[in-house]
């Protein structure tokens, strides 16, 4: 095995032990396709490698999420969201607004909420404003101001970011959801809607991807002021 | 040739000389695919048959748009909609509202007035309205609320109908236009925004048919208040 | 919690309170993606803000539609249309022509129905008559030139939207359904026919979406008759 | 080079001079990717080899039909169906209906009328009989019953198949075209009607293939009744 | 109700007992999106309009098929096609050659051979010859060449309609069929592949279709020798 | 006319002259579907109404470019990029990286310089350094992790932002272009690789949307460093 | 029957006992579609046809991997990978270097394993070396440098093989996995990222397919280095 | 300016100079997207770096192969296929059969014919020998064996490398071209084809994609027979 102090190799799996002194932030475990004991093997030996960093796993299977309660009793376990959390998260700076078109879209919402946590920005929760009733998204308009960043989830018709991005000049970060029927196509229609927007300045991230987004917008809001200099280890 | 009393035969067309006494209008050429001498041929036999009601044609390439102008010189053709109407309109009766999402929506916004004119409804345009300046339409409500049937035309996110849906039980039909790039894939992008339209009751027809809706529209606008029964003739 | 008149602010869900005020109808709950005590909950609180009207729900699954039987004794509960309704439907006035090509379109046709009743416009339903047997939808032409509005539903081909279109000038609302397989894709065949349609002034809604549809024709069908001034509150 | 008695190498092509003894009928020039000279060439080729029987080619470019013009002026070019016939045709046996549904399917008829002649069946036209005005195809009723297989052709909803295929049992191939705009994709919203048609027993071909079409229809047309044994070389 | 001799109002569906006097065959059943109630009552009611003629129901979930056996206990069930057929079937006339690729496409091969004996034509059933062992059809061409019509029915790649469609002139139905995956795409990569077929005359159904490319080469197969006047009734 | 202090109705338009102060940067004019003489008289009005501050116009065709190059000397004309700039551009505060995979990709990188200059970002530009050379991106590395955003641009196969968003957490936004061809499909190949980018936080805009990108880079580049509250006015 | 030394009829299926005459390998059996019996049997004759090579079986459901393991004790048969392999297996010649990009791609890489035991050829694995953390592929570069041909596996963006085949000119085929979610489109995402690599000579396979780069791959890597006459027989 | 050795910055390129000491092949000049003077710039810088080397540049607009032509002389440019070759190819080892479905072919395969010179091996061209006549290709078969890997060039239906795959064991490549039309999507129908082959082993590029697909293939027929470890540099 040819395993070395920016990888662990478990045969199945290459760890990126290295990845945190790249990026500032340690690998993800993404529980799709993996067994119960995989999630908690690469969940284990992460948290092994970074003591003083929570390590979040996204995408857990009911019985992921059974085993990880059972045999890492420390861990965080969020059932809609379906992540899991082992290790103490850094401490929160900046804000990032969190709103959703819908209450349907409520597992992308908390699947994104863990994300900034374990990504170390506090985060503003603001759900069902979805433009059917566009006073609600109007009547909130301070409290999307005085975010750093701004996650915006939708399914369906995917209008609501198009309305809060010409409320404003805070970077967006737009979530296509799986919500909605037919000519959806499980949140195709919201992701072009998202693309396709006629605000300037949206960036859009997968269908149901409440992770990536809220990584985007963690990386914002918690920049440091100092400059980009020291945020990261250059070799 | 079996030409009879609800049609007529041209070899190359058989046109549907019933239709108004069915439906309420009578035939409209629909121009593409058809060189400009078919165009006129087309027009000449339904003006004739329909003495005293106006004749459309829509999507007329240039070369159609001039043989009518020197061989017809009664129509009215207008380069932007890419329409001729021929013969007396009728008056027109109700209001529809056309609304645009962007400027560049002219040409499904033109090609929908002459059809409403066609087809005997009274027009409201207000031009570029869209969602990133929502101010704009919420200023507008007034107007839209004082039409029978509204139709909106937007390109790029096709957010634009969402938002009025909220703001109006009127009957609304929304257009998606080709305008965009890239993610818009020519209007899809919109089609699909307003097929999942989170307000209740947005009807949709094609991309660019700007005709199509104002028929729907002007059906809705011009509907008389005595019932339905004397609308059009049971055979 | 920044609730106000016009907003109810449960933290999972912000409902649109003042719905009904600015377009005439209130909001509906849409049972996809909701837990079913999410949906008792919203059918609750939105029946208490609107003592005289029924209040809608759409969507449900098994286990919502049992709660509801369960926990909300007075709403009526279908099956088949998988809708729920709570409270005094209004007054019908008008009609809407639902017709169907084919029995598997049954559940559409029951949402359509059930959404007209709460919608406040009266229904005559015509199933399964399909183009394959023309003669079937000629038989019933009177039928439907006595409606204000008609609705057709139809899967597979989606054909009958068209042959309905040339038989009357009425407003017709086109809903493509699921029904099918292979290159149906779901619907999709269904709905690029009908927005396709060569009857002019055919508007399309999303695949199996029978309550849109019924939202559309029951505008149409109720208006009034004097005009649109006093339709809905111009704040 | 391997050239043998049942197919001819130029170098850039392989003919297949066997294919008349194997199908009954020669193979045709495909004119879609080739140069003028090449089109001529193979012209060329294929008729010395077949003396008795005309050769046609589809899809000729106007330089190609030009070509063929000067160069083989004993072929008949047809510049609406894009096709030229070099020989003399088979005496026809049997009859194609041969219908459209609006006039600008006109090519495509043309090159499925040329077809049945250069495959020896005799055609019926009857054109631009569209669903919109669904009287137009009852009246010709006895036309396409007296016919021995039926080609439709038809753009946009693509809908008159399934009109046709409930009013006949006779063999019926459906040819979509790309006529229209949006969401017709270019003939593929007509192509998924025709597949999914609600009348059994419509078999379809490519979009605006009228030549593949008539080649079905005209082998149905023109089968001897004494038996399928004779028909080809069995080797 | 107005049901009459040429059509039967069930309430929930309008059969079309004119069917067969029309087209020569009577309606069948198509079995999905019913109850196994509806299906037997459907099976029941045509059966007793047609006592004559066999009447074939298809798309059969296993609770249809099970209360069918039950209910109607001289009906034949075929569980791999997932038919039933009820009643007499025609007397066969002519042969159809029904061809597939690979073994697992059998299904599609039952529901054909069941439609034929339904739609009186005799069948030729050869099993798994597709063209990765191109020998294995060449050395059944005597049998295809002997047949009517033949059926080509091919997942996957989609290739073999292609490969016999060059070694005869019999008329070509082609099937393809969900077989495979990935980029099969539920059978779309085949659908393209026979719609592009470069053996000319290839006419094609939608995916799974074995019932629709059974009754149109049946009606190839029995056409009376005579001509095309005495098959159907002209009213 | 109903314009006021935060539009400006132009009748063929409704310009957004508010935006300024609710987002910090004022309307751009989109270039495509408007003639050159309404490109000049949007960039006049805006010019007008915002004279301390650049006016950005994009996707312009050659026309309007030049009609621009004549009526408005001052303006500065990009016919790579496609873009004009009337007015004076902010001081720069921040740096962006943009980075593109391949020489073709120089429009789309010329689109986002320009959009960095009126939206006051600095711009550090990497070309043509695409992962099948993958050295040649980490020889720039230093240069990435001294940016505050970085935008990267790729066609193809679109795989360049998964391996810079694996070399730094500074926020990165992917911007997919048409360059390629076949299965490129436009660019959709590159943008659903960034959507499915393994590395965590990339964000995407449109296909060769450079504008978008920048838009978002650029508020994240210039971010105040003393908080969020004082970017845009609250009204 | 018409089974002759070079097909074997089971009526249900047509073996093509020839195979490995004609290419050098004998068929492979194809579990999808068929039933545990079908394999079973299908397995079994196939492996008495060639007593002295292991036949393969692939795409097995938990029902025939189960009758394989008790009616055929012999069979090696792997849950993973889904495969069963009876028979002794040739001598392995060669190296192919089988890398994932995840660990979640591990069925495809365990289906490519065994098939390139059953096809000869030696296996060198790597997995998780995904471009997110590029040091990880960096590090093993001696490893692929070292195999006569590259089997890269990845899914979600696809990107590895066009890292991979900027390192080495060894020939690479490529294998998108199903990995992914959302706008992954089942496989889809890095199915055209791989078509559009930006290194050359990157071929590519169906989603999911690791048998069939294997077999492309076990045939470069157990070439006879002495010329390619004596590979395959040469009727 | 940081070039290096291992790249050359010229400002809009980065040219990958240690190409071919990595890979074995020098960087290839992409024209699509680049000016005439561009591709001019590139060849010869990249010639100037590689003196004993020809450098190949494709896909190149017809301005750009005049200004080669004037301002290259020795260049060898094929507006077939849309090539130029600088320098002197490498002696050819090995074998290449290049084989096309059909005569419209033949772009892609002069493009496959100068990347084999190019990329250093020989080539056997057999044209036009598609399966509709699949005697034309069964009589080349010993040509086919004698090959050390095919290349298959086929549009439309795409289906002869299903059949060449069944015919041998060598590896083969198989290139979809857009010739067709309709529902050939532009080389979509038999790209899908071929990755769905039936036949074993058979690897995909990109649509019109000669030059992958003739570097894929060189590559195997170039090896040398002693083993892996000399065929390119290890750093």
């Not at 059972?70 to 959390?85: E, I, N, Q």
């Not at 970077?171 to 693309?195: D, K, Q």
Request: net charge negative; charged share 15%.
């Amino acid at each position: 095995m040819d395993s070395t102090q920016d990888r662990l190799d478990l045969g199945w799996a290459t760890l990126d032990t290295d990845r945190a002194a790249r990026t500032g932030d340690p690998e993800v475990v993404f529980g799709e396709g993996k067994t119960a004991d995989q999630v908690v093997a690469a969940l284990t030996a992460l948290a092994a490698n970074h003591p003083d960093r929570a390590i979040l796993a996204t995408r857990l299977a009911a019985d992921a999420r059974q085993l990880i309660g059972s045999a890492l009793p420390a861990a965080v376990v969020d059932p809609v969201g379906r992540t899991a959390l082992l290790g103490s998260p850094p401490k929160p700076s900046g804000t990032v607004a969190l709103v959703s078109a819908g209450s349907s879209d409520a597992p992308v919402v908390a699947e994104a909420a863990a994300t900034l946590t374990a990504f170390g920005a506090g985060s503003e929760i603001i759900n069902d404003v979805g433009v059917a009733g566009v006073h609600r998204v109007l009547a909130v308009r301070d409290r999307l101001l005085a975010a750093d960043a701004i996650v915006v989830v939708a399914g369906m018709d995917g209008a609501l970011p198009s309305v809060v991005g010409g409320l404003t000049g805070t970077p967006i970060v737009a979530v296509p959801t799986s919500v909605g029927y037919g000519a959806s196509f499980g949140g195709i229609a919201a992701l072009l809607t998202m693309l396709n927007s006629c605000a300037p300045g949206v960036a859009v991230v997968n269908i149901d991807n409440g992770f990536g987004a809220a990584v985007h917008a963690a990386r914002i809001a918690r920049r440091p002021t100092g400059g980009a200099e020291d945020r990261t280890r250059v070799p």
